[in-house]
C-alpha cells in the first residue's frame, strides 16, 4: 500500500514532475494533431474521389469513345437500361396493387442490343423493372417483364419500328396513377439480361465536355459539363449528399418538385438577409461594404426569382385555366353515369314552358284542370333535373383533353425534362462565400442559362465547326467539397448533353446495320462494401478489365482500337496525388516522432533528479520495511501515472484544437491576416477535423510508456541503493 | 498492407528504437552493478539478451520477486517463441511485422511480469514462521562483527570484530566519538546492513540466513528507528508519517480493511506523546523535539521488539534533548521497550541503564557495566 500512496502524494506534491507531464502532454497533442489533420485530409481525399467517380473508372484517353456502355453495364451489373420514350398506356387495379401496361416504340439499336440481334422472327422477353416518379418524387418501381417483337416496317416512312411493352405490377392504388391533376411519368426502365459481376453494385456512363456558360446578357463562364443519369448517378457515388434543394435524395432527379424549389430558395432569401442585417448592425467603420453590395444585389436577384417561382404557381394564366377545368371536370364528373342528351333536355324544357302557360292560364281561370297540369309539371320538372344532372362523357373527354394541354404547357415551362442543369456551388460570379465561409446564391433554381457545347462526337475533321446551343433552366446546385470541381462544373440531363455533343447513335438509312454507337466519356462503377477496399479493390478492378476485354471482342465496334480504355480503381487514379502527400505525412510523423523522444529524455533526467533528491527518504522507506523491488515499482508507477496524466491532458488538449482547428484558422487569419489553409492549393474548404479514436489510443500507450521507459533507470537506481547510505545521505 | 496505417507502424518503429536505446542502457547499468560485486554478472545480463528488447527489464524486475520466478521463465519463453513465430510466418513483411510484435511481446512481457508483482504487492508480503526464544534468553546478540568500507581506493575497517548481547527491556547506550562506527553498528543490529564478517542473531535466528523479504519484514515489524535528522517525509503530514510502517506491513486489498485501526493505534501514540493537536500537520511546520516526537511515535507504530535510536539529541538543544530522554526513559521503565541508542554525547549516554563504549572498532565496557557476553 505504501507504494500506492507514496506514488500518488508524490505526483502531487512534486511539482518538478509537473514539468514532465507538461512535456508528455505537449507531444501527445503535437503528434494527435498532425496525425489527424494528415489523415482527415487523406479520408477526405477518398471520400472526394468516391463521390466524383465511385470506386473504379472506365475511361479512354478521348472524351467521345466509349460505345455500347449500356451493354457493357449489364455486363457489370446484369441490367441494361432501355433507352426509349414509354408511354403509360392502360393502368389496372389488382388488389391492393396495380397492373400497369406501358407501350413503347423502341429504337433499333436497343432491341437488336436485347433481343441479341437485328434481325429476330420470335418476341424476347426479359424480366425488367421501371421507376416511376410523381411530382418530382420516385412513386415506386414497377416489376415485370419486358417483351420485344420483332421488327415491322412502316411501309409509309420505310422505318424500321419495333415494340417494346413492359408490363408489371406496382405496389401503389391504381387512383394514384391516373390522377390526371398529377400525373406520373416513367424515368427510367431496365432489363434484366444476367447476373452481372459478383463484385459490382452499381455502374452509370458520364459525358464530359468543356463548354462556356451563358446567363443573362453578359455573363460568360467556360466550365466542365457533366452529363449524368438521375438517379442512377445517387447510387454510384454520393452526388445526392451535396445537393440543395434536394439533399440527401435517393430518387434525386433533374426535375425536383416546384414547392420543394421554392421552400430552399426562400429559405436561403432569409438567410441571405440574416447576413445582411449582420452585416449591417456592425459599426460603420467595420463595415465591409463591398460584402455589402454583393448581399444586395444577391438578395434582389433572390427576391425577384422567389417571386417570379411564387407567381408561376399561382397566378399564372394557364394555371388559373387549369383551376377552372379542374373544376368543371370535378363537376362533371359527380352526376350520375348515363348520357346526357342536349335534345332531350331542349324538348324537356319546352314541354315544362308550355305546361307553365297552362298552369298560368289555369289559375287566371280557376279552372280545376290545373292540378293534373301541375303534376304533370312536376314531374317534367323532375325529369329536366335528371337530364341535366346526368354527366356528359363527351364534354368530360373535352375537358381531360383540355387539362392535359393546359398541364402540358405549364410542365412544359415548368418541367421541360431535358432542358435542366444542376450547377456546381461555387462558380465565380454565380455565388460566393462571406468571410464566415457561408455560400450565397446569386443565381438560384429557376434562372434560365444556355450553354455553348462543342459537337466532340462529330465525325471527320471539319474546318468549320458549330456549336450546340441550349438554354437550360438551373434546377439544383450541387456541392462536392472539392473546390477545383465546385468552381468550375455544371451538370446536365445525359440525353441533354449526348444530343449537344452529337455523341448519339447514327445508322445508316439504307443498310440498319451499319451503325455509329452513342457515345460517352466514362464509365463509373461502384463496387459492393465487401470489395471496397485494399487487394479486394484491386481484383474488383482486374474482373472489370476481364469483363472489358471479353465485351469488346463480341462488340468491336465499342471502342475504336486507336484509343485505348483505362480501367482503374479511384485510388489508382489519384495516386499522382495521393503519393507525395502520403509521403509527406510519413516523414513528418517521423520528425515529430524523433522530437517526441526528447519527452522520454526528459522524463529520465527530471525522475533522475527526483530520486537524486528523494535518497533519504527511500533510505527511510527500507528503514521501516519497503522492500527494493517496492521502491522501484514505487517510482516505475510514478513514471506511468506521469505518462497517464500527460496523455490525458494532451489527447483533450489536442482533440480540442483539432474539432475547432477551422475556428481557430479563421481567427488567426483575422489576426494576423495570414490565412493557412489556402483552398486552391488544398483541394477542400475546410481543414479535415476529426480525430480517429484507435489513433488516439496508440499515442496514449505510447506515451505511458514512455513514462515507464524514462523512469526506469532512475527506478532501477532507487532500488538498488543500500538503505544505510541512503539514510546517511544529506 | 497497403491499407495498414502507415503512421501506426512507424510509431511502433520509433517506439521499437527507443526501447533499443534503454534496454542497451539496462544492458550498461546491469554491468555497472555487476561490476561492483552485488552479483554475479550473468544473472544480471541473462535477463537483458532476452530477444524481446525490454522484456529484459521487466523479467528482471520479476526475477527480483522470488514468488515470479516462473512467470518470469514464462515471458522469456514467450518472447523467444513470438520472434520465431513472426520470423517464419512473416518472413516477407518480417521488418514491419517485426516491430509490432515486438511491442506486442513488450507490452505482454510487461503485463505479464508486473500483472502477479502488483497483485502480490496489492496483497502484502509473507514471511516465513518466527521463532521466538525464551524470555531471559538474549533479544539481539552480535558475534565478532567487522565491517569496512571503500573509500577512494582504499579500505576503511570500521568495526574490527564487535560482540555484545542485549536483553529484553534494557536500555542500552553505545557511546562513542564520532567517526567511531557507532551509526554502522546501529545499522547492522537494524539489519539495514550486513557485515563483512560475524552474525547477528535476533530472537536465537541467524540474521544471516534470512532472506531480502524476511529481513524487510522485520525491519517492518520488530525493530523501529529513531534517526538524528529525524527522517520524517516531507510531503506526508505527521499521521500519514505515523501510518507509512503499518502501510509497508500490508498490501492495498488488506489497507482497507486495516486503515481504521491503523489510523486508531497511531492517534493513541500521538496523544501519548503529547503530539494531539498536531496531527495535520507537515514536517515542516513542526519544532525539532516536535519532529523527533513524532520519529519516536513512528517507530513505536507497529510495537516493536527493539527500538534503535541514532543520536537522537544530536540536533536538538539541551532542554529539548533533556525531554526527548526523558521519554525514551519513560518509554523504557514504563512499557518494557527495549532501546539501543548511540551517542557521541557522555550525559546522555549516562541517561541509559547500560553504557557501552566504542573504540577503534571494538567494545569496550566503560565503568559500571558490562559487554554482557
Known amino acids: 500500500m505504501y507504494k500506492l500512496f507514496l506514488c500518488l502524494r508524490y505526483l502531487q506534491r512534486r511539482y518538478l514532475a509537473l514539468i514532465a507531464v507538461a512535456a508528455v502532454a505537449l507531444c501527445v497533442a503535437m503528434v494527435l494533431i498532425v496525425v489527424s489533420v494528415y489523415d482527415g485530409f487523406l479520408s477526405k481525399v477518398e471520400r472526394a474521389a468516391k463521390g466524383l467517380f465511385g470506386d473504379i473508372i472506365v475511361e479512354a484517353s478521348s472524351l467521345s469513345a466509349i460505345g455500347r456502355y449500356d451493354e457493357f453495364i449489364a455486363e457489370l451489373t446484369g441490367e441494361c437500361r432501355v433507352d426509349a420514350d414509354f408511354r403509360l398506356t392502360e393502368v389496372k387495379p389488382a388488389g391492393d396493387d396495380s397492373a400497369l401496361v406501358f407501350l413503347a416504340a423502341g429504337r433499333p439499336h436497343h432491341a437488336e442490343a436485347l433481343a441479341g440481334k437485328l434481325d429476330f422472327e420470335k418476341a424476347v422477353t426479359h424480366p425488367a423493372r421501371g421507376l416511376l416518379y410523381k411530382g418530382g418524387r420516385l412513386l415506386g418501381e414497377v416489376h415485370g417483364q419486358l417483351v420485344i417483337s420483332p421488327a415491322r416496317r412502316n411501309p409509309e416512312t420505310d422505318e424500321l419500328k419495333y415494340g417494346l411493352r413492359l408490363s408489371g405490377k406496382l405496389s401503389k392504388p391504381a387512383a394514384e396513377l391516373t390522377d390526371p391533376a398529377d400525373p406520373v411519368h416513367l424515368q427510367a426502365v431496365y432489363a434484366r439480361l444476367g447476373e452481372g459481376l459478383d463484385q459490382v453494385e452499381s455502374a452509370t456512363p458520364v459525358i464530359f465536355a468543356y463548354s462556356l456558360l451563358r446567363v443573362g446578357e453578359d455573363f460568360t463562364k467556360d466550365v466542365q459539363v457533366y452529363g449524368v443519369r438521375l438517379p442512377e448517378r445517387a447510387a454510384v457515388t454520393d452526388f445526392e449528399a451535396g445537393l440543395f434543394v434536394q439533399p440527401g435524395w435517393a430518387d434525386a432527379s433533374f426535375n425536383p418538385p416546384p414547392e420543394e424549389v421554392i421552400k430552399q430558395a426562400s429559405g436561403h432569401l432569409k438567410e441571405v438577409r440574416k447576413i445582411r442585417a449582420r452585416e449591417e448592425a456592425k459599426p460603420a467603420k467595420d463595415q465591409d461594404r463591398d460584402l455589402l453590395d454583393r448581399l444586395e444585389s444577391a438578395e434582389a436577384n433572390l427576391n425577384a426569382m422567389v417571386a417570379r417561382l411564387r407567381s408561376l404557381r399561382e397566378l399564372h394564366p394557364w394555371q388559373r385555366r387549369l383551376t377552372v377545368l379542374r373544376g368543371q371536370l370535378r363537376a362533371e364528373q359527380a352526376g350520375p353515369t348515363g348520357q346526357s342528351d342536349a335534345g332531350r333536355i331542349q324538348a324537356l324544357k319546352e314541354q315544362i314552358a308550355i305546361l307553365d302557360e297552362f298552369v298560368k292560364n289555369a289559375l287566371e281561370d280557376n279552372s280545376s284542370s290545373g292540378i293534373p297540369i301541375r303534376k304533370m309539371r312536376m314531374e317534367l320538372l323532375k325529369e329536366l333535373r335528371l337530364a341535366a344532372d346526368q354527366r356528359d362523357q363527351g364534354k368530360i373527354d373535352r375537358l381531360k383533353d383540355d387539362i392535359q394541354g393546359a398541364r402540358g404547357r405549364l410542365y412544359g415551362l415548368y418541367h421541360g425534362r431535358d432542358r435542366r442543369m444542376i450547377l456546381g456551388l461555387g462558380i465565380p460570379g454565380l455565388s460566393f462565400r462571406t468571410p464566415k465561409a457561408e455560400s450565397v446564391r446569386r443565381v438560384c433554381p429557376g434562372w434560365e442559362v444556355a450553354l455553348v457545347v462543342a459537337p466532340i462526337g462529330q465525325e471527320g475533321l471539319s474546318t468549320t465547326i458549330t456549336p450546340n446551343v441550349r438554354s437550360f433552366i438551373v434546377a439544383d446546385d450541387a456541392k462536392t467539397d472539392v473546390y477545383s470541381i465546385d468552381s468550375a462544373t455544371v451538370y446536365v440531363p445525359f440525353a441533354a448533353l449526348q444530343e449537344l455533343t452529337d455523341m448519339t447513335e447514327r445508322r445508316d438509312i439504307d443498310d440498319p446495320r451499319k451503325v455509329t454507337p452513342a457515345r460517352c466519356s466514362q464509365i463509373h462503377v461502384k463496387v459492393k462494401d465487401a470489395f471496397a477496399s485494399g487487394r479486394k479493390l484491386i481484383d474488383a478492378r482486374k474482373a472489370v478489365q476481364a469483363a472489358w476485354r471479353k465485351f469488346h471482342r463480341v462488340h468491336p465496334e465499342a471502342v475504336d482500337a486507336r484509343w485505348p480504355i483505362i480501367i482503374h480503381t479511384w485510388r489508382e487514379r489519384l495516386s499522382k496525388f495521393i503519393g507525395p502527400v502520403q509521403k509527406q505525412r510519413t516523414l513528418v510523423t517521423i520528425m515529430f516522432g524523433i522530437i517526441s523522444f526528447v519527452s522520454v529524455l526528459l522524463i529520465f533526467a527530471i525522475f533522475y533528479m527526483i530520486v537524486m533528491q528523494k535518497i533519504r527518504d527511500i533510505g527511510v522507506v527500507r528503514a521501516v520495511g519497503g522492500s527494493a523491488p517496492g521502491i522501484a515499482q514505487m517510482f516505475l508507477a510514478y513514471g506511468a501515472a506521469t505518462g497517464v496524466a500527460g496523455s490525458i491532458l494532451g489527447l483533450t488538449g489536442g482533440y480540442f484544437f483539432v474539432r475547432y482547428i477551422n475556428e481557430i484558422e479563421d481567427w488567426l487569419a483575422w489576426w494576423s491576416g495570414f490565412r493557412v489553409w489556402e483552398r486552391d492549393v488544398f483541394l477542400f474548404d475546410k481543414i479535415p477535423n476529426e480525430v480517429d479514436p484507435g489513433v488516439a489510443l496508440v499515442i496514449a500507450v505510447w506515451a505511458i510508456a514512455s513514462g515507464l521507459v524514462g523512469a526506469l533507470i532512475p527506478a532501477v537506481r532507487a532500488s538498488v541503493m543500500e538503505p544505510a547510505e541512503a539514510i546517511k545521505y544529506e | ?373
Request: proline content about 5%; charged content about 20%; overall charge positive.
Open chain 2, 1 to 373: 498492407m497497403s491499407d495498414v496505417n502507415p503512421t501506426l507502424l512507424l510509431m511502433l518503429a520509433l517506439f521499437a528504437l527507443a526501447a533499443l536505446i534503454v534496454w542497451g542502457l539496462a544492458i550498461y547499468v546491469a554491468g555497472g552493478l555487476a561490476r561492483r560485486g552485488r552479483r554475479p554478472l550473468w544473472r544480471w545480463v541473462l535477463p537483458a539478451i532476452l530477444p524481446g528488447p525490454f522484456l529484459a527489464g521487466a523479467a528482471y524486475l520479476a526475477r527480483c520477486y522470488r514468488r515470479c520466478v516462473i512467470f518470469w521463465t514464462l515471458a522469456q519463453a514467450a518472447s523467444i517463441a513470438g520472434v520465431i513465430a513472426a520470423a517464419v510466418i512473416f518472413l516477407p513483411g518480417v521488418l514491419g511485422i517485426y516491430v509490432a510484435l515486438d511491442l506486442l511481446l513488450l507490452l505482454a512481457g510487461l503485463v505479464v511480469a508486473f500483472v502477479p508483482v502488483l497483485v502480490l504487492a496489492a496483497l502484502g508480503p509473507r514471511p516465513g514462521p518466527r521463532v521466538e526464544a525464551a524470555r531471559d534468553e538474549p533479544l539481539i546478540q552480535a558475534h565478532g562483527l567487522h565491517k569496512s568500507y571503500n573509500l577512494g581506493g582504499r579500505r576503511l575497517r570500521v568495526l574490527r570484530g564487535v560482540s555484545l548481547s542485549i536483553r529484553r527491556g534494557e536500555f542500552v547506550a553505545v557511546f562513542g566519538a564520532s567517526g567511531s562506527g557507532k551509526s554502522t553498528l546501529l545499522h547492522l543490529l537494524g539489519l539495514l546492513d550486513t557485515a563483512d564478517a560475524g552474525a547477528v542473531v535476533l530472537d536465537g535466528a541467524d540474521t544471516a540466513t534470512f532472506r531480502p523479504a524476511e529481513r524487510n519484514h522485520i525491519r517492518c515489524q520488530e525493530i523501529g528507528f529513531v534517526l538524528q535528522f529525524y527522517h520524517l517525509l516531507p510531503e506526508l503530514n505527521v499521521l500519514e508519517n505515523m501510518l507509512l510502517p503499518a502501510m509497508t506491513s500490508v498490501g492495498a486489498w488488506r489497507w482497507c480493511g486495516s486503515r481504521r485501526a491503523a489510523r486508531q493505534r497511531a492517534r493513541e501514540i500521538l496523544a501519548k506523546l503529547g503530539l494531539a493537536d498536531r496531527v495535520t500537520h507537515r514536517p515542516r511546520q513542526l519544532s525539532g523535539g516536535e519532529q523527533q516526537r513524532v520519529a519516536i511515535a513512528r517507530a513505536l507504530m507497529n510495537s516493536p521488539k527493539i527500538l534503535l535510536a541514532d543520536e537522537p539529541t544530536g540536533n536538538l538543544d539541551s532542554r529539548t534533548g533533556g525531554q526527548i530522554m526523558k521519554l525514551l526513559k519513560q518509554l523504557n521503565q514504563e512499557t518494557e521497550q527495549t532501546i539501543i541508542m548511540v551517542t557521541h554525547d557522555q550525559a546522555v549516554a549516562h541517561m541509559a541503564t547500560r553504557m557501552l563504549h566504542l573504540r577503534d572498532g571494538k567494545l569496550v565496557a566503560a565503568g559500571r557495566d558490562s559487554l554482557g557476553e
